[in-house]
């Protein structure tokens, strides 16, 4: 693979949580590939945007030896080398480009669930399993508690009960893992999805302008995807309470209904349009709501 300066490439996870969801939100930017026989190389045959297909712990190294431009990395990779390589003395090495909405997890520090938590100076002196240690110690630096950190690769929620440490801090979602080893989430020390990361420097040739284009097509595409279209009717008398339940929602387009002297409403909301929403709004007078996804748009 030669460093052409004219292409943008683009590392994303081979097989794992964020593969599927990285291409599918790169196909709907408009791109597209030609595989090659190895299955780790892909040729942008729409736009000069190749991708490269690595597990996900070698992207941030891939972005700052220069390898790939950009990478689909979750938050909680990104910063763990961040941190690691600032240490260095070398200044941040990545910028978080854009939030992608995906791969949502917690890094937690988790307790047994027999343990009365009173909060984190109760850390002190005990063992801490984890895979961030860099993560970690920085939290335990700005908490000012002096606490083991025992850096796992993998499986750190059984580290309490091989005796390798007291408590851990790992990634969570659901925390169905953490209740199945008899622990329970204490405390967040980060927020984490997946995210498009680049180095921290911007391009200064014709990988600028291919970059640039990518991230105006990324947030069409972001956008969209958390927009939905509300369509209802309402008696005149309940639109003054109708339009504060959608603060998330453009200026709503109001018709009158032909022969009646109801409203028919369509407002394009850019949050989440949950069934609560949709209850409350039938509770303040809507009838006959609609929710439709929205499919294009071009402001
Ligand atoms: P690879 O083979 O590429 O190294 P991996 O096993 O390290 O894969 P995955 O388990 O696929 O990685 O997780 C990738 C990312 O998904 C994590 O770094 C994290 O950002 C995100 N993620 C979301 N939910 C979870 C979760 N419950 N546990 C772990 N990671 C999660
Ligand atoms: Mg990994």
Redesign the pocket.
Known sequence: IGGGRDRLRIAI???????EPARALLTACGLSWRESRDRLFCYGESLPIDLLL?????IPGLIRDGVCDLGV?????LVEQDIALTRTGAGPAFAELRALGF???RLDIAVPDTWDWQGPPQLAGLRIATSYPAILQRWLDDQGIEAGVVELS?SVEIAPKLGQAEVIC?????GA?LAANQLRPATTLLQ???VLAGPAHAFDDARGALAELLLRRLDGVLRMRNSKLLMFQAARDDVPALLPLLPDAESPTVMRLDGDDGLALQALCHGAVTWQRLEELKRAGARGLMVVPVEGMLA
Request: glycine fraction near 14%; charged fraction near 30%.
């Open positions: 996870q081979k097989s794992g949580r964020l593969a690595v597990r996900d712990d070698d990395v979750g938050r909680n990779v791969g949502a997890c993998g790992d990634l969570v979602s659901s893992t984490s999805e997946a």
